[in-house]
């Protein structure tokens, strides 16, 4: 297999994959809060986790990809308190919060259908996995790192030698901010809850050993992360606001609950899709969805493509001018495209290697293999598509090339949409030709031209079609 680089947050290194088990890759990517839209800054981390995911299948990993919908407890304060985010939606929309739930996980998956982002192998609710989770905090308690307080079950956070080293957290320095801390019961200021007390009766609440309530965000992921993937997994991603806090959270958990000093293999995150320099955000208030970009005539694929010309781990900022610039270049090279030849037959029997162009292949898989080098990925791909090198090749380049890129550029002119059966003798005809065998070829021309279609051939072996 060839070598993959990815970067690794837990060594800011860029660091070769080595999957646990030979040949193969478990991917864990945390999933939407179903209270609202996505906006498109959140689905920028889902397309770097989607070409991730490509990247590792072109390689010939087979992946399997768990995602979880959180539909309880994230709650909207980092320091465990404020309101759950389903609740609020709920109240705000005067409906239940398991409709709430349901539109937007529908919603949700719409857009990864128009991103073109392949979905998960397993898709995990929070709230289908509550005994799980139960049991999860139960090991925990065993083994004396949880402690209750008036509003919850906490993890002690001291109790993990190694807890600040994902984010490379300053400990000491958030001591001394403990007087602005708002849960006056908590050990220490990094102390997470692992199951919440419902304070007033709530939608969504489950009895527990503890008492009656909720699970906390972090350990949703880790309990279905282990359940779904193993004590030890290979990659788990998210955007790069999860570092300090939730993937630190769930990194302290499993250890807690595997004993393994790292649960998993490789920490990767995407960097934030900024408008007008601050970050995307629901929260904040200022976002875009995949509806908004429509409705402004951007097609969800040149947003794809926009967010390819910039590698995941760089800050992106989002602007309509920019915007407009990437539905011009992904029409234009969807046009270039579309007047290439079909692959010729003999080049898609031999499959793969005899029909692709090996040098422009090479570069394509060093690109992607360099830490998801996507802007490096198209320019391989533009000066593919410039180059003089056989129509049909060209073509049968970018197909493999599409498998990573996912921007379905496999198009044809549509005014020569031909039907299968039109396609299929000049199929044969093609053969015909290669095979050197005229008489065939020609008694097939005419055939097509008793069906108004006529066939010029081209230099190269390629043909047109009028
Ligand atoms: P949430 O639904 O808020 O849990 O976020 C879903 C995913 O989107 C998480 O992996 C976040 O890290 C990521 N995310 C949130 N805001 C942005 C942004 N502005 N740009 C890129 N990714 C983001
Ligand atoms: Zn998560």
């Not at 128009?114 to 998960?120: G, M, T, V, Y």
Request: aromatic fraction near 10%; charge should be positive; charged fraction near 30%.
């Amino acid at each position: 297999m060839n070598k993959i680089l990815l970067y690794n947050t837990l060594n800011r290194k860029k660091q070769e994959f080595k999957p646990l088990k030979s040949g193969k890759a478990g991917l864990y990517t945390c999933g939407p809060t179903v209270y609202d839209f996505a906006h498109v800054g959140n689905l920028r981390t889902y397309i770097f986790e989607d070409v991730l995911r490509r990247t590792l299948e072109y390689n010939g990993y087979k992946v399997k990809q768990v995602m979880n919908i959180t539909d309880v407890g994230h709650l909207t304060s980092d320091a465990d308190s404020g309101e759950d985010k389903l609740e609020k939606g709920a109240k705000r929309e005067n409906k239940t919060v398991w409709e709430i739930a349901e539109f937007y996980t529908k919603v949700f998956k719409e857009n990864f259908k128009d991103l073109n982002i392949q979905e998960p192998h397993i898709w995990c609710k929070a709230t289908d996995y509550i005994k799980e989770q139960i049991k999860f905090v139960k090991k925990l308690e065993k083994k004396g790192l949880t402690y209750k307080t008036s509003d919850g079950v906490y993890f002690n956070t001291s109790k993990y030698p190694d807890y600040a080293k994902l984010a490379k957290l300053n400990l000491e320095g958030q001591k001394e901010g403990v007087r602005v801390e708002v849960n006056q019961e908590k050990k220490n200021p990094t102390d997470f809850a692992l199951w919440k007390f419902s304070a007033s009766r709530r939608q969504m609440e489950w009895k527990s050993p503890w008492g009656t309530g909720f699970p906390g965000w972090h350990l949703e992921c880790s309990a279905m992360s282990i359940k779904h993937l193993g004590k030890e997994f290979d990659i788990h991603c998210g955007g790069v606001d999860h570092i300090p806090v939730h993937h630190t959270n769930e990194r302290a958990q499993n250890w807690g609950t595997t004993g393994k000093d790292e649960s998993v293999k490789f920490w990767l995150h995407g960097e934030f899709l900024l408008i007008n320099k601050d970050r995307m955000g629901k929260s904040e208030g200022n976002f875009i969805t995949i509806q908004t970009l429509k409705d402004k005539g951007i097609s969800p694929l040149a947003y794809r493509y926009f967010l390819l010309q910039a590698h995941y781990r760089t800050k992106l900022n989002f602007s309509w001018e920019a915007l407009e610039a990437a539905q011009t270049g992904y029409d234009n090279l969807i046009r270039d495209i579309s007047n290439l030849d079909p692959p010729s037959l003999k080049l898609r029997r031999g499959g793969k290697e005899s029909g692709s162009l090996p040098k422009f292949e090479e570069k394509f898989i060093k690109a992607i293999n360099d830490d998801l080098n996507m802007p490096e990925a198209l320019a391989v791909l533009r000066s593919l598509v410039k180059s003089d090198s056989p129509s049909s090749a060209k073509r049968q380049t970018i197909i493999q090339f599409d498998k990573v890129l996912g921007l379905n550029l496999n198009q044809y002119k549509k005014e020569k949409a031909l039907s299968p059966e039109v396609q299929k003798l000049i199929d044969e005809r093609q053969q015909a030709r290669q095979e050197k065998d005229f008489k065939k070829a020609d008694e097939l021309r005419h055939k097509l031209e008793k069906q108004g279609i006529k066939i010029n051939d081209k230099a190269d072996g390629g043909y047109e079609v009028e």
